[in-house]
């Protein structure tokens, strides 16, 4: 999910400005005193209290209130309810995943993912498409591309044949791979408390890889390169944002992931049925509606806010493993992702001060 949540750091904020406006302030002629003229249909009057579901004007009179909290609520207020909406949608769709793993190959089910998001995109850019084809860094946007690839296979795989609980908590990961190549990608300067914390989560890494005399788990592992390849994604972002459209980042990640996966797809493809069918192409939609829903998040909320809200992945993993799958998270799998939250929290917090300090905005 990551590569989802960091592609659209470049428009954040260019829509929030309008969201949170408030309504203008209505006159005494307009029969509203006190109240807003872009609602007139929810002056709060005394007979109000007594509109029941069965009144004709209830249901417009709740819708229109509604938008009015809407509105006024705090932008980070409006980027958690989007944020905790991404992640319930993402939760069907990892569970989706898991549920067509052991009877689909995976490559079938990336590609006709990828297939069905691409044409969303290409339907909601509509005539601006060879606008959004133009890129300054063709390269970058391809390397992005394949590392986005590299992440899904390894993430998706290990999602497969671990428990979810374990899996999304090494996936929590990726912000400390992230500041491994802040520094040596990026060159940005990290000071000992934020090295520090990179350590102590890699302990919490080691200790949810649970290594004995037989080695360490090979779909553990693939958990971590998906991690690894994420923070990839993150460092490619950044270095695309200051150039690239959203849209045109995601139509090239379309586009490579199409051609890539055409042969293996292809080459090990099983005829899905009618049930598997409907599973794929209510796992696409998931997967993009999860994506709509995470931009929106970043562009209204400060991601320092919205970032811990991202750990609520691992309740509603724990929760579809142990209801769908018969899944009971190990010991080492709670104390692991304890210390890799807790190090990753801190991590998401020390950077947003630091930028603060320097007086720049801070990133998706």
């Given amino acids: ?31 509203c005193p006190g109240g807003s003229a872009a609602f007139p249909d929810i002056t709060l009057s005394p007979d109000s209290a007594g509109i029941t579901p069965a009144d004709p004007g209830w249901l417009a009179a709740r819708r229109s209130r509604i938008g009015l909290w809407w509105r006024g609520a705090s932008p ?7 944020m905790l909406s991404a992640l319930l949608v993402y939760a069907v769709m990892v569970g989706l995943f898991k549920h067509l793993g052991s009877s689909i190959p995976l490559v079938e089910t990336l590609m006709i993912r990828q297939l069905i998001m691409s044409l969303v995109i290409v339907l909601v850019v509509g005539r601006a498409l060879p606008s959004m084809l133009r890129t300054r860094h063709p390269g970058l946007q391809i390397f992005r591309g394949v590392v986005t690839l590299a992440s899904m296979l390894c993430g998706f795989s290990a999602l497969i044949h671990i428990p979810l609980a374990q899996a999304t908590s090494i996936s929590f990961s990726q912000v400390l791979f992230v500041t491994i190549a802040a520094v040596l990608v990026l060159k940005e300067k990290v000071d000992g408390r934020r090295w520090a914390a990179t350590v102590i989560g890699f302990i919490g890494i080691l200790i949810m890889l649970n290594p004995s005399t037989e080695g360490l788990n090979f779909w553990a592992l693939m958990s971590v390169g998906g991690a690894v390849f994420g923070a990839c994604i993150t460092v ?14 995601l139509i090239y990640q379309g586009l490579v992931l199409i051609v890539v996966l055409a042969w293996p797809a292809w080459a090990y493809w099983v005829w899905p049925t009618a049930e598997q069918w409907l599973a794929l192409v209510l796992l696409s939609l998931f997967g993009t509606a999860g994506q709509w829903l995470i931009t929106k998040a970043y562009q209204v ?9 991202d750990f609520s992945r691992l309740l509603l993993a724990s929760f579809t493993g142990f209801v769908f799958f018969a899944e009971i998270p190990s010991l080492s799998t709670f104390i692991g992702s304890a210390i890799v939250i807790g190090a990753t929290l801190y991590t998401i917090r020390r950077n947003a001060r630091s930028r603060a300090e320097a007086g720049l905005a801070p990133p998706a």
Wanted: proline share 7%; charged share 30%; net charge negative.
């Fill in 1 to 31: 999910m990551s590569d989802d949540r960091l592609s659209d750091q470049e428009a954040r904020g260019s829509e929030s400005a309008g969201i949170g406006e408030p309504a203008p302030p209505a006159s005494e002629e307009d029969g």
């Fill in 76 to 82: 980070n207020l409006r980027g958690s309810v989007y």
């Fill in 236 to 249: 490619s972002v950044r270095m695309l944002g200051t150039s690239e459209r959203t849209e045109t980042i």
């Fill in 301 to 309: 909320g400060e991601a320092a806010a919205l970032a811990p809200l």
